[in-house]
């Protein structure tokens, strides 16, 4: 592909990324009811479509085209994030927060945690995208293995639990929710190997 190509390429996605956040928030806060009615639902869809409205509004944002080596860190408004360690812990513990039942009951009830909720995702879903631009593959995937576990660990306690762990919510959707976090555990990994297969086949090519 001629640099001309990779130019044109790099203006076209800012519109189509831009779309995407704003499709992404849109549902979320749209379907806001329907999406808040079911645990499931409310944990896996809404929560997610928030955290990439941020990650779709940083992609729009960025001048230039997407790179994949950590020597970004030295340079830009990102220094302080260095080789994505910082963003990334940043965006996992936000992720881990909103595994817990009470978060969830909170953010029905509580304006400062709806707050929280409506605009902190969006912002560590911005975090997470830069952040990922200067991981490399090693950190990514200590970040990812670690998030996965949590995951996985925290569904079955969904399933295990007798009783409900959330007020707003039937047993029933429980059990539901622990299966889709068990789910995403597992989809989670293969995702992250396709989106980084030609760099895992280079290196495996050597």
Same mark, same amino acid.
């Given at each position: 592909?001629? =640099?001309?190509?990779? *130019?044109?390429?790099?203006?076209?996605?800012?519109?189509? @990324?831009?779309?995407?956040? /704003? $499709?992404?928030?849109?549902?979320?806060?749209?379907?806001?009811?329907?999406?808040?009615?079911?645990?499931?639902? &409310?944990?896996?869809?809404?929560?997610?479509? /928030?955290?990439?409205?941020?990650?779709?509004?940083?992609?729009?944002?960025?001048? &230039?085209?997407? %790179? #994949?080596?950590? #020597? +970004?860190?030295? %340079?830009?408004?990102?220094?302080?994030?260095?080789?994505?360690?910082? !963003?990334?812990?940043?965006? #996992?513990?936000?992720?881990?927060?909103?595994?817990?039942?009470?978060? $969830?009951? +909170?953010? /029905?009830? *509580?304006?400062?945690?709806?707050? @929280?909720?409506?605009? !902190?995702?969006?912002a560590a879903g911005?975090?997470?995208s830069a952040s990922?631009?200067?991981?490399?593959?090693?950190?990514?995937?200590?970040?990812?293995?670690?998030?996965?576990?949590?995951?996985?660990?925290?569904?079955?306690?969904?399933? *295990?639990?007798?009783?409900?762990?959330?007020?707003?919510?039937?047993?029933?959707?429980? *059990?539901?929710? !622990?299966?889709?976090?068990?789910?995403?555990?597992?989809?989670?990994? @293969?995702?992250? /190997?396709?989106?980084?297969? =030609?760099?895992?086949?280079? @290196?495996?090519?050597?």
């Open positions: 592909m001629s =640099r001309r190509q990779e *130019d044109a390429m790099t203006r076209r996605r800012p519109p189509v @990324f831009a779309a995407l956040a /704003l $499709l992404c928030l849109g549902v979320a806060l749209g379907a806001y009811r329907p999406l808040t009615s079911l645990m499931s639902l &409310h944990m896996l869809v809404q929560i997610p479509l /928030l955290a990439l409205a941020g990650v779709f509004t940083e992609l729009a944002a960025r001048r &230039h085209p997407v %790179r #994949s080596v950590a #020597s +970004d860190t030295k %340079r830009g408004p990102w220094s302080c994030n260095e080789y994505g360690v910082p !963003g990334l812990l940043l965006a #996992s513990l936000v992720g881990t927060a909103w595994m817990i039942p009470k978060a $969830l009951d +909170d953010a /029905l009830t *509580d304006w400062r945690v709806a707050t @929280f909720k409506y605009v !902190g995702l969006p911005w975090v997470l990922l631009r200067l991981a490399p593959a090693v950190i990514k995937l200590f970040f990812l293995g670690n998030f996965c576990w949590m995951a996985a660990i925290v569904g079955m306690l969904y399933l *295990d639990q007798p009783v409900r762990l959330c007020n707003a919510y039937l047993l029933d959707d429980q *059990d539901w929710a !622990g299966r889709g976090l068990i789910a995403l555990a597992i989809i989670l990994p @293969f995702g992250w /190997l396709l989106a980084e297969i =030609r760099p895992i086949w280079r @290196f495996i090519s050597r």
